[in-house]
């Protein structure tokens, strides 16, 4: 992949809709606009000034190299492709930082693939995916947190996700990044300058004023690492199981907290073979609601492997909603699942309570001390508010963050983040220890080279190769 080649993709999903978009990106972006494209005042793309939109038609023209012949039967085999708007933004005021050609056309399948195979004729390369994010990186138009912003906004889940990936993009975190690494990096050029004074007895930066200033920065680091947990599940969503006996109302459970109809629920055990999947905005969190089989004395071999996956899930699970009959006593199956939770992130629902009760609550109590329990009646609608409130307190401590400081959304930031704490807290041990000025500059610019990674300063290939892959062709 190289910068000196024109770029091309199709921007927008394939298939029918009102409006395609083919982007073009690089220094013969015009040049191939000009082969394809007649524009309605007869004028050629590489005349007209940036961030202007033209109308006019895609054309085909004939492949032939004799001009005079080309000429003559020009009427004949220029084919119009489709009747299109046609953008141009001129370096650098684009999304590249490049010349930038945009083909707003008809979204017929047909119709896009056709252009983008005569921009490629015409001399474009087919982009690759993220191609175009990663050119605006590395053009320096964006950091690398601002590129990962564009792939959250196009996947949020959720309100909140939303918003912490705008605050990203607009460079919230990318400034609260840049104004540590700065101070740090003002740090170590005082202690840096110092080392040729020590030896005439002058200090240019006195080891309390050090400490404070380390500890200020720590500190700062520290906010954003508790940030993280929330911003994570906000952005990529948290696994919840639904898990129990057979029959105990899990599917009516998923169906209530859906609010639709998806699973079929019938009074016979077992009718739940198959995981079922749904993603739900629960209070701003996004859910992967998993609705498993019951466990349950396996009849055959489909019924033994449905069990085997449903124990899978659960055990890999964010959260488990782990529900109980009120009108049965606690049975085997019940105590395999508790002895299985017990270190888990869990919610018992104790379900069926419009019955006779027949559990003993003090010994799920007894058994499971610090998980909350709800009771609840999903068929009657009792109390299924309340399981939504217990969700959130488990999920985040009965307390959100507010989108309006940065918040860490990624695990590479949270792990370099981490890193770069770690480091600080090594030159506060060293400031203690009144360690040498060597140890505590090469601490602090560990430190520094942590922050890097984040904003991309210092990012290696195969790091970029891996963010800009999960990208779509054409972003």
């Known amino acids: 992949m190289g910068l000196e080649d024109t770029i091309t993709a199709i921007s927008t999903p394939i298939g029918i809709s009102g409006i395609g978009i083919i982007r073009i990106s690089g220094k013969e972006s015009l040049k191939i606009a000009d082969k394809i494209f007649i524009s309605k005042d007869k004028k050629r793309p590489s005349e007209f000034k940036t961030h202007t939109l033209h109308y006019g038609w895609i054309i085909d023209r004939p492949q032939t190299t004799n001009h005079r012949l080309q000429k003559r039967n020009k009427k004949q085999t220029t084919d119009i492709i489709d009747e299109v708007l046609l953008s141009v933004m001129r370096a650098p005021k684009s999304y590249t930082k490049e010349d930038v050609v945009e083909i707003n056309c008809h979204g017929g399948i047909v119709s896009m693939r056709k252009i983008l195979d005569l921009t490629l004729r015409a001399g474009a390369r087919l982009a690759e995916p993220g191609e175009f994010?990663?050119?605006?990186?590395?053009?320096?138009?964006?950091?690398?947190?601002?590129?990962?912003?564009?792939?959250?906004?196009?996947?949020?889940?959720?309100?909140?996700s939303l918003k912490i990936a705008m605050n990203h993009l607009k460079g919230d975190l990318s400034s609260k990044i840049e104004g540590i690494r700065e101070s740090l990096i003002d740090i170590v050029s005082h202690l840096e300058a110092s080392i040729d004074f020590i030896e005439e007895g002058i200090e240019l930066i006195d080891s309390s004023s050090l400490k404070e200033r380390v500890v200020g920065y720590r500190r700062d680091l520290k906010k954003l690492l508790d940030t993280s947990e929330q911003g994570i599940i906000l952005t990529e969503g948290i696994t919840t199981v639904i898990c129990g006996k057979a029959n105990v109302g899990k599917s009516s459970l998923m169906n209530a907290l859906i609010k639709k109809e998806k699973v079929?629920?019938?009074?016979?055990?077992?009718?739940?073979?198959?995981?079922?999947?749904?993603?739900?905005?629960?209070?701003?969190?996004?859910?992967?609601?998993?609705?498993?089989?019951?466990?349950?004395e396996p009849k055959d071999v489909a019924e033994e492997e449905s069990i085997a996956r449903s124990r899978d899930y659960f055990?890999?699970?964010?959260?488990?909603?782990?529900?109980?009959?009120n009108n049965e006593g606690i049975t085997k199956e019940d105590i395999d699942i508790i002895n299985q939770i017990q270190d888990k992130k869990a919610i018992v629902v104790i379900?069926?309570?419009?019955?006779?009760?027949?559990?003993?609550?003090?010994?799920?109590?007894?058994?499971l001390k610090n998980k909350p329990i709800v009771r609840t009646s999903v068929l009657k609608r009792i109390n299924l508010e309340r399981i939504e409130e217990v969700i959130t307190k488990v999920v985040f401590g009965g307390e959100t963050q507010s989108c309006q400081e940065?918040?860490?959304?990624?695990?590479?930031?949270?792990?370099?983040?981490?890193?770069?704490y770690n480091h600080l807290t090594n030159t506060l041990s060293s400031i203690n220890k009144n360690l040498s000025i060597e140890f505590i500059v090469e601490d602090i610019k560990q430190a520094v080279r942590d922050l890097e990674r984040i904003t991309g300063r210092m990012a290696p290939e195969e790091v970029l190769d891996r963010i800009f892959s999960r990208f779509c062709i054409g972003k």
């Not at 050119?135 to 564009?150: H, K, M, P, S």
């Not at 055990?315 to 009959?325: C, R, S």
């Not at 069926?352 to 058994?367: A, N, Q, T």
């Open 133 to 160: 994010t990663k050119r605006a990186f590395l053009n320096g138009r964006i950091d690398l947190t601002q590129a990962e912003a564009v792939l959250d906004i196009i996947n949020a889940k959720t309100e909140a």
């Open 264 to 296: 079929i629920v019938t009074p016979k055990a077992g009718t739940t073979r198959d995981a079922i999947e749904e993603l739900i905005n629960l209070k701003g969190i996004p859910l992967r609601l998993i609705d498993t089989a019951g466990i349950l």
């Open 315 to 325: 055990k890999n699970a964010d959260l488990v909603i782990f529900m109980l009959d």
């Open 351 to 367: 379900n069926k309570i419009d019955l006779p009760s027949k559990i003993d609550l003090e010994r799920i109590e007894e058994f």
């Open 406 to 420: 940065p918040i860490i959304n990624n695990l590479r930031h949270k792990e370099a983040i981490r890193d770069a």
